[in-house]
């Protein structure tokens, strides 16, 4: 027997090709009847990045720096997302409520991907793939493609679709 879905965390990249993939989390959110959990995951500067940057800093500057900017984008990404979900939703009130949670932390992607499914308590992950790169990642991105090697609930990665999409993460 197939377990109840009751929660579903929808894992984006804010590309266009994950906000296609929230329609499959609506989908299964309302057939399941389950709630939907938004995820953002803001990665961290490279430390190759960091090493370059900080020669012009004094000692501790740029991790202060990076917490303010970190904070204010937290908030930014997080509104946006609320926004999306709002207008693309917004002939459906009911589903709309199923949004349980609109989170956006920092840290590496498929790790806190991982750890957000189980601290919610989801019965499945649903995200994008845009398949950059060669071989390696010639269906799956990098980060869906730890996620599935890591995992130990079901997990629905959306590729991109033919041609153009009518959903955007933009305000347009």
């Known amino acids: 027997m197939i377990p109840r879905i009751k929660n579903i965390l929808y894992a984006t990249d804010l590309t266009d090709n994950s906000a296609y993939a929230f329609r499959y989390a609506v989908n299964s959110a309302q057939k399941h009847d389950a709630k939907i959990h938004i995820l953002h995951v803001i990665e961290k500067p490279h430390s190759s990045v960091g090493v370059l940057v900080e020669l012009h800093f004094e000692e501790g500057q740029l991790e202060k720096l990076w917490k303010e ?68 990642h010639a269906f799956l991105g990098s980060v869906a493609e730890k996620v599935l090697s890591r995992v130990k609930k079901p997990v629905y990665i959306i590729p991109i679709p033919k041609g153009e999409t009518d959903i955007t993460f933009k305000n347009t």
């Open 69 to 136: 900017r970190r904070d204010e984008q937290i908030k930014r990404i997080n509104q946006r997302l609320k926004e999306f979900a709002e207008r693309e939703l917004k002939d459906d009130q009911e589903t709309l409520k199923r949004v349980a949670s609109i989170v956006v932390i920092e840290g590496e992607p498929a790790v806190e991907i991982l750890r957000k499914a189980d601290e919610l308590d989801c019965d499945v992950i649903i995200m994008g793939t845009h398949g950059k790169g060669w071989i390696t």
